[in-house]
């Protein structure tokens, strides 16, 4: 017998999803409870790294992503004009038989990602979340949006980095802005995009972009935060585009192409780290209800991924739910989970505030390092 029979997974985004895809598989009834109306995922696009494509391999979704993305194992530096100055070959972090990065549409990801939860046999109930949870001893009693309550083995937050599942048990921790914010769109990849190639300097701490497809990609800008309410979506194309006046090369078609607001995203880099453990009796958080870092390693998604992958493990593989099997959680989690949270604000730490001697590549080196060993 696994540790629990059925679990509720609040929040259908990548670390729900994986969670429900290997718990569902391994013989465990699942419901997920998503509050928005569908899976499909909102954003421009999403970077991951080997140790995130090595979980999706697990997942059995590999041939389906990597089909729809873009894969490249280099990086580029170039000047503000367009120049190259550099190019670094990337860690494989997820072993040398998948390529150290990969560049896709999100909300593509989602939908693969939704596709294997409803072939794994786990029920996605939409429009839906938790609204009280009370833990029994032996289950937790779940009061749901619609008016509805069921007992569960385990209740997952899997609810983003603003959850509620955080709040509803007690959970005293909320994100902190990193001092930037970015602009992403989506667009067309011009001939000669092959990798993601970054700008430091110009008007922008970072200029920056990732192929995603055979005729996509995506750009992004970063620059010092500033209010969210001062932007309109009316303002953004103009906004975006001053910014990106500041670069040449492949910039100059991007920029012509920075027209459609529905395609411009702007968010602030923000950090989040729950403190052990991530559970509050049979309820626990994953993901970025438990942690989030700006996107300055791109190993955002790849955490979240790790979570799923380690807790499924432990649940498939006890015959009982009790704190150790937490405990044992949080070992393979927390202190790899702060690293890339320190590291991500760090980085960003050094462009707000530039240190001459910072060493980039060596705190960069040190978390593919530990990375590319299995969590």
Not at 63 to 86: H, I, N, Y
Not at 343 to 360: I, K
């Amino acid at each position: 017998m696994t540790a629990v029979r059925n679990v509720l997974i609040v929040g259908g985004g990548t670390a729900g999803s994986a969670l429900a895809i290997l718990l569902a598989r391994g013989g465990v009834t699942v419901d997920i409870a998503e509050i928005k109306p569908d899976l499909t995922a909102l954003g421009s696009g999403i970077t991951l790294q080997g140790n995130a494509l090595r979980v999706l391999r697990d997942l059995g979704v590999w041939d389906r992503v990597a089909a729809a993305g873009f894969a490249f194992d280099s990086l580029g530096l170039r000047t503000p004009g367009g120049d190259l100055v550099a190019e670094i070959p990337d860690a494989r972090t997820g072993g040398p038989d998948l390529p150290a990065t990969l560049g896709m549409n999100r909300p593509e990801l989602a939908a693969i990602l939704a596709d294997a939860v409803r072939d794994a046999g786990a029920r996605i109930r939409l429009g839906l979340t938790a609204d009280a949870l009370t833990d029994t001893g032996d289950g937790v009693r779940a009061e749901l949006s619609d008016g509805t309550t069921a007992d569960y083995d385990l209740v997952v937050g899997a609810d983003g980095i603003r959850s509620k599942v955080r709040g509803l048990i007690g959970v005293d921790a909320a994100p902190r802005p990193a001092g930037m914010g970015i602009w992403r769109i989506h667009t067309r990849r011009p001939k000669g995009v092959e990798r993601t190639d970054l700008i430091y300097g110009g008007p922008c701490f970072i200029a920056g972009y990732c192929p995603t497809g055979e005729d996509t990609m995506y750009a992004y800008l970063v620059e010092k935060a500033r209010p969210r309410e001062s932007i309109t979506a009316a303002d953004k194309p103009a906004r975006m585009r001053a910014l990106a006046e500041g670069y040449g090369g492949a910039w100059d078609e991007i920029r012509a192409d920075i027209t459609d607001p529905d395609r411009i995203n702007y968010t602030w880099f923000e950090s989040l780290l729950v403190d052990r453990p991530w559970n509050r009796g049979r309820t626990v958080l994953i993901g970025d209800a438990a942690h989030a870092c700006p996107p300055t390693l791109a190993q955002g998604a790849a955490q979240c991924l790790e979570d799923a992958a380690v807790l499924a493990e432990l649940l498939l593989a006890a015959d009982r739910l009790d704190q150790s099997l937490f405990d044992a959680f949080m070992d393979r989690r927390h202190e790899r989970v702060k690293a890339v949270v320190e590291a991500s604000v760090q980085l960003a730490d050094w462009q707000l505030d530039p240190v001459p001697d910072a060493d980039v590549p060596g705190l960069m080196g040190r978390i593919a390092a530990m990375v590319t060993e299995r969590p």
